[in-house]
């Protein structure tokens, strides 16, 4: 994540710049009026939509979310499931209480 966060501000402020570059341009050469905001809005825009994927994976970590590699819950019923006197991996306390009784 680090490396990609690197990469991604090197980026954007490579596509700053070029927005920068580019308003000057249309606004002295093609004399548009409001070039420095139109650029500034595509290039933010840009921008969120490559930081994106970095927030989505920074979010799994700090919410201590299950890694991709666990697919989910039936990895742990299939590994649970064969041990001897498990009805099922939801049982209540109630229920085992009543069954050692």
């Not at 939509?49 to 991709?68: I, K, M």
């Not at 590699?69 to 306390?93: K, N």
């Amino acid at each position: 994540m680090n490396l990609h966060g690197i990469f991604l501000h090197m980026v954007s402020d490579s596509m700053r710049s070029g927005c920068v570059i580019l308003a000057t341009w249309l606004r002295h050469g093609a004399a548009m009026a409001h070039a420095e905001a139109v650029t500034d809005l595509a290039c933010a825009a840009a921008i969120a939509g490559l930081v994106l994927p970095l927030f989505r994976s920074t979010a799994r970590v700090l919410l201590q979310s299950t890694p991709e590699e666990v697919h989910g819950r039936g990895a742990t019923l299939l590994h649970f499931s064969p041990q001897p006197g498990a009805v099922s991996v939801t049982e209540t306390a109630q229920n085992v209480l009543q069954k050692v009784r």
